[in-house]
């Protein structure tokens, strides 16, 4: 028996009575205990890690370790003089979901590094605009929002300006590029989780058809939720953590060398630029004016069609 087959044994063994504890626990209380939403975003990150990793063992022994980080969540708070278990309980599931994320991107962060390339900036640049316009109306006055869109501005002209000349791309620019992508698909994402948890609980819901129109919601987050906390990282990961010191230079060297690992040095031809560029305006123009989608949607169907059309001319 191999050290990883010995280790997935034991793992196994050792997550035995964790959750037989965690199902005598969630049986004391009365009531649900854990929303029924988290069911269809841990299928949905299951399912995902099923389709990159795609070795069972692997995604048993992240699980399995997953579990076992996640049993922290029981312990007593610094501040908690009365223990009271159901808050823990009821937290136990966000928590098993972040340490997934985190067991896996720790084994398998490469695998969840998003390539990029001229022509998916030059996408990302004018979805970012078209989002900003569409929701201008709801966040005017907000400073933070003015500050995004200006620098949403910023990337939109850079991406534009590479998209349509032929000037060679330098660390610099590969850089910038790529930390705008992730800045701009962050925004994204938060907008994505926001709106899908106004939605509420999947038993909330009036029909069966809305019950699996939320439940499907819920599992395409879970199953784009390592690809988003890795672009999360790519962007929050500039932040200082507290007392980091040296390290900090060390791991900012290494996230920007990330950064231009995953740009590619190729370029798309005017031509293709100028295709997808009056394609974008084209749909979120008519999207905007006859409102057939909403803006998020739009979107996600513009980055999923235009690669076809550019082919295709």
Known sequence: MDLKNLALWV?????VPALLVLWYLTVQFHG????YYMFAVLLGMLVQKGIVIRQWKEIALNALLALLFSMLVFAPGKR????????????????????????????????YTVRLGEGITLLQSMAILYWLTAHGATWRG???????AILALC??????????????????SRFLLSLGSSLIMLCFAIDYVLRVRAYG????????????????????????????????YMVLGFLPAKNEGRNYKRRIHQLRQDHIARYDRAQIEVRQALIAVLFCALIFGANAYFQFFPPTVAIWLVFFCTPYLVRFF
């Not at 907000?142 to 995004?148: C, K, R, S």
């Not at 990337?155 to 610099?172: D, E």
């Open 32 to 35: 649900k205990v854990f929303p």
């Open 155 to 172: 990337f939109a002209c850079y991406a534009l300006y590479h998209g349509f000349s032929y000037r060679a791309h330098t660390p610099s």
């Open 201 to 232: 609980d999947i038993d909330l819901q009036g029909g069966w058809g809305d019950v699996l129109f939320v439940g499907l919601q819920y599992f395409l987050l879970g199953v784009s939720a390592l690809q988003l906390a890795q672009n999360a």
């Open 80 to 111: 908690e003089y009365q223990y009271n278990l159901e808050p823990h309980l009821k937290l136990w599931p966000f928590f098993f979901c972040l340490m997934l994320v985190i067991v896996t991107l720790a084994r398998y962060s490469k695998l």
């Open 142 to 148: 907000n400073a933070f929002v003015g500050g995004l």
């Open 11 to 15: 793992l196994a063994v050792a997550a």
